[in-house]
Nanobody, 123 residues
């Protein structure tokens, strides 16, 4: 069982930055691939970024070059550094853990989810 708690969301102006954190419980955190998803009002949940247990990463095209996912297995934490934010990035951001070794853009491959943290980017 893995419990995930996100933090770091908030209100930021366009062009600004935020860093989201996701703290995980459980001794086997390092064995999970981790992902960040987001969901804007009236839209489907979408993949943002993922990272394998050894640090291989994957990004949605919409965030490549602006967002960076990383993890600290010693701290059971995964991060999402978000730069050059735009109003289109406004959404609830969710952290997720997958028993697979590599991250996937398919949300159905993730077994555990956090409660989400709101990110609002003003123009």
């Amino acid at each position: 069982q893995v419990q995930l708690v996100e933090s770091g969301g908030g209100l930021v102006q366009a062009g600004g930055s935020l860093r989201l954190s996701c703290a995980a419980s459980g001794r086997t955190f390092s064995a999970y691939a981790m992902g960040w998803f987001r969901q804007a009002p009236g839209k489907e949940r979408e993949f943002v970024a993922g990272i394998s247990w050894i640090g291989s990463t994957d990004y949605a095209d919409s965030v490549k070059g602006r967002f960076t996912i990383s993890r600290d297995n010693a701290k059971n934490t995964v991060y999402l550094q978000m730069n050059s934010l735009t109003p289109e990035d406004t959404a609830v951001y969710y952290c997720a853990a997958s028993r697979y070794s590599m991250p996937s853009s398919d949300y159905e491959t993730y077994n555990y989810w956090g409660q989400g943290t709101q990110v609002t980017v003003s123009s």
